[in-house]
Each structure stands twice: as C-alpha cells, then as structure tokens.
C-alpha cells in the first residue's frame, strides 16, 4: 500500500482542513492541463487524487490506518471529478440555459421615424414555486447514486480508463420524483405572464428579430433570451418597402391630362407635389429624404409616388357630352351614344 500521506506531504495527525490544502496545492501543479505529455506529473496527479479520496473519507482514512483498505479506492472514482468538487466547479456538461423565446409586438409605420419603447406581453417559463423547481419529492436515482452517469472501468491497452454514460434510468438527473408536484406535474417550471419594456430602433426591419437579453424562460443555468417581431399596422395610405415608402397616387383623367397640384400624406406631414401636364398611369415621383430611415443611420430613404391613372366608371350626362366633344376634337373615335345599351338588351332577348 502506498503512503498517502507522504503523497500529500501531511503528517499521519493532519486535520481534514490541512489535508485538503495539501491536496489543493498539488493538484493544481501536477494538473495534466498544466503538465502536457508530461507522464510523471500525470502519474502524480493520479496518486495525489487517489490519497485524498482516501484521507479526505474518514471511514476510508480508519480502514487505511489500520491497513484495512483493500482495492485503491480511485478505481471506481474519476480523477476530474474529485477535482471538480474540491475546486468548486463542475465538469462535463453545463446546466442547461432556459430556452429562447420569441413574441411578437404591433407598431404603426409612424412610430419607425424615430423608434418607439413599447411593452411586449408573452409567457415564460419560471421555476415553481410550489416545489422550489423540483418537480416534487426527489430521491437519489439508485442507479447511479444520483451521479446521472454509469462509470465502468476498463483496462485498456496503455492502462486503466473510464467509460461514462447517461444513466437510463433517471435520464442523467441523478434523481427520480417519489411524489409529483401538482401545481407543475413535475415539470419544475411552470408559465408565467410578463412584461418587457423594448426599445424599437428607427427603420427597424421586419425581417429582423430584436434580442432582449435575459428574458427567456428560466433554466437551470440562467435564463434564454427573448426575440421580439416586428409586425406592421397596415397604414391607410403608405406601403413600406425597406427604407423606402411608397404611395399610389390616383390621378383623374383631367388632370393626367392637364397637370395638377396634389398634396401627398408623407409619414411627417402632407407633401405638395406638382403633377405635370401629361403624366402617364405608372410614373413615379420620387421624394428624396421622406421614407423611413435606415437602420442605425440618419439618412432616410426615399418616398415614391406611383400614379395610377383612374378612370371614371360613372358619368354623368353633361360629363359625357363633353367627353364625346373632346374625343370629336382629338380625332378618337369612340362607341355611338347608347350603344351599348342596345347590345345589352340584344343578349337579354
Ligand atoms: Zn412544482
Ligand atoms: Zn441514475
């Protein structure tokens, strides 16, 4: 049997605090992570470990006093693990952060001039307060000792390792539920309404998701994040297309015809445009600076005004002696008066 205590350079008396200052000191300087491909320093670290998980046990340091202890005790212990524990710290996998979540929030075309806080209601996960997130009653998985992994030593071809895998029975949670909670029916966590106050920036994207830190559901190694949409009112006259607003003008026949002076409903107010004699169904006039911003940016985009020519479904008697009068002036010929009137009442025969 090995002398343990010289491993750890304590005397046999040494008190539980000393023995594991001693074990703290060299376990750090005999650490693989510290030593690479270093085969002494490993096979120190494995000693200095094997002695403390002996003298650190007061059952175990009894029996090896009394040259009692048979197998080294390590065997079934890993060296990472005991070192884990001492240094506070856990290895292998971290306690899974709660899930991202993602709501949605409502705002009108004016509010993405200059940004807008606005309070965005959804449900989250939150540990239950009936049970502490417990689930219910636990008990140690008798499995695996309430580890959540099945180790197996083996000896392989350059020595001894260890195999680790998730325990089946209790899934890796080192527990099972004697008793469910019923307010969470053993989930640990149950929903919760709340509220996030969240800054909408200038021009935000609707393509684009907002990230508040934080506000996710509640997990064991802290929180998710919340992803706040953007979703647009419709707005009665503009249509958002990027940076870039556009707005259908409908011009009369008239004034197509004969030029007019319009005022177009811009986002910061109405807009005086001149519609020049002779505009076309499906010209744009663009005005330059009166769309929304571009993200992060102090330029705005531009406002485009599309004409869409419209032409009267009903005139009235005088209207239409007048337009006969003009086509007769212009040289285009149109249908008879009453024309169509009369093929109406042929089909209807
Ligand atoms: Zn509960
Ligand atoms: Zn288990």
Request: charged content about 30%; overall charge positive; glycine content about 12%.
């Amino acid at each position: 049997m090995k002398d343990y205590y010289a491993i750890l350079g304590v005397g046999r008396e040494a008190t539980q605090e000393e023995i594991k200052k001693a074990y703290r000191r060299l376990a750090l300087q005999y650490h693989p992570d510290r030593n690479p491909g270093d085969k002494e320093a490993e096979e120190r670290f494995k000693e200095i470990n094997e002695a403390y998980a002996v003298l650190s046990d007061p059952e175990k340091r009894a029996q090896y006093n009394r040259g009692l202890l048979g197998e080294p005790v390590l065997r079934t212990e890993n060296l990472f693990d005991l070192f884990a524990q001492v240094f506070g710290f856990r290895t292998g996998r971290a306690a899974p952060r709660g899930e991202d979540l993602e709501a949605q929030v409502e705002v009108d075309l004016e509010d993405l001039l200059k940004g807008k806080e606005v309070e965005v209601a959804y449900a989250r996960l939150v540990p239950c307060e009936a049970c502490h997130g417990q689930g219910g009653r636990r008990v140690v998985c008798p499995t695996c000792g309430g580890k959540g992994v099945l180790e197996s030593y083996r000896q392989g071809l350059f020595g001894a390792f260890v195999t680790r895998s998730t325990c089946p029975h209790c899934k890796g949670q080192g527990h099972l539920l004697a008793e469910t909670c019923p307010v969470c029916r053993g989930r640990g966590r149950v929903a919760r309404e709340e509220r996030a106050r969240v800054r909408i920036p200038p021009g935000m994207d609707e393509n684009h998701l907002l990230r508040v830190p934080g506000h996710g559901n509640l997990g064991p190694g802290g929180p998710g994040d919340l992803y706040v949409r953007l979703k647009i009112r419709p707005h009665p006259h503009l249509e958002r297309e990027g940076a870039d607003l556009v707005y259908r003008l409908k011009l009369g026949l008239a004034q197509a015809a004969l030029g007019a002076r319009v005022e177009i409903p811009g986002l910061s107010g109405p807009i005086p445009l001149e519609v020049p004699p002779g505009t076309g169904h499906g010209e744009v006039f663009e005005l330059p600076g009166e769309g929304l911003p571009y993200p992060g940016e102090a330029r705005r985009g531009a406002l485009r005004v599309v004409v869409e020519l419209s032409v009267p479904k009903h005139l009235s008697p005088k209207a239409k002696e007048l337009l006969r009068a003009y086509a007769k002036e212009v040289g285009e010929e149109v249908a008879p008066e009453g024309f169509f009137e009369r093929l109406r009442g042929f089909f209807r025969k």
